[in-house]
T-cell receptor, first 115, second 112 residues
Framework: DVKVTQSSRYLVKRTGEKVFLECVQDMDHENMFWYRQDPGLGLRLIYFSYDVKMKEKGDIPEGYSVSREKKERFSLILESASTNQTSMYLC??????????????FGPGTRLLVL | GNSVTQMEGPVTLSEEAFLTINCTYTATGYPSLFWYVQYPGEGLQLLLKATKADDKGSNKGFEATYRKETTSFHLEKGSVQVSDSAVYFCALGYSSASKIIFGSGTRLSIRP
């Protein structure tokens, strides 16, 4: 079974702090994704990566950056956390390349509260 | 552009009732369609998918048929259980990328 793990289930941070959310997948997947989930808005794509050291902006990249130094690890960085970044953050991975119909596998999520 | 519209919740049903959650999409080309489910406190997991018109995806008693003529992918189950209580997301995967667009989610609660 594919396993996607996220470093924390819950985080509480203060406004202006730098926040790192880590995601690791154990199935040698090429693609990794970061989403945020908010009530009534579903999931919105922040950033994704097709390969090591490669990243592309999703629909809402403002205020975020990412890092993918190793194939299995994809980090989401909030350079200066703000209260409007309070949300559930979900990481996902999928097997290969740019193929329609690929199933994405999700981690359990990190619920971030910014005070 | 590509988009997914699904039935707003919450939906509350009694155990053994028939379930339909409506989903329609707008897309260019020939997308793949998915239903994902999120149980309380967990991430999303794939429930079923269909990759071309008239395909039927099925899993755990749930079914959905890819209807190109009505641009729909409605989720159905003949007899729901309390354990089906979750949030259900309709989603669209479009060609030339591995990205998926998700609907806003429908919360389903089943009463014993």
């Amino acid at each position: 079974d594919v396993k996607v793990t996220q470093s924390s289930r819950y985080l509480v941070k203060r406004t202006g702090e730098k926040v790192f959310l880590e995601c690791v997948q154990d199935m040698d997947h090429e693609n990794m994704f970061w989403y945020r989930q908010d009530p009534g808005l579903g999931l919105r794509l922040i950033y994704f990566s097709y390969d090591v050291k490669m990243k592309e902006k999703g629909d809402i990249p403002e205020g975020y950056s990412v890092s993918r130094e190793k194939k299995e690890r994809f980090s989401l960085i909030l350079e200066s956390a703000s209260t409007n970044q309070t949300s559930m953050y979900l990481c996902a991975s999928s097997l290969e390349g740019r193929i329609a119909g690929e199933t994405q596998y999700f981690g359990p999520g990190t619920r971030l509260l910014v005070l | 552009g590509n988009s997914v519209t699904q039935m707003e919740g919450p939906v509350t049903l009694s155990e053994e009732a028939f379930l339909t959650i409506n989903c329609t999409y707008t897309a260019t080309g020939y997308p793949s369609l998915f239903w994902y489910v999120q149980y309380p406190g967990e991430g999303l997991q794939l429930l079923l998918k269909a990759t071309k018109a008239d395909d039927k995806g099925s899993n755990k008693g749930f079914e959905a048929t890819y209807r190109k003529e009505t641009t729909s992918f409605h989720l159905e189950k003949g007899s729901v259980q309390v354990s089906d209580s979750a949030v259900y997301f309709c989603a669209l995967g479009y060609s030339s990328a591995s990205k998926i667009i998700f609907g806003s989610g429908t919360r389903l609660s089943i009463r014993p």
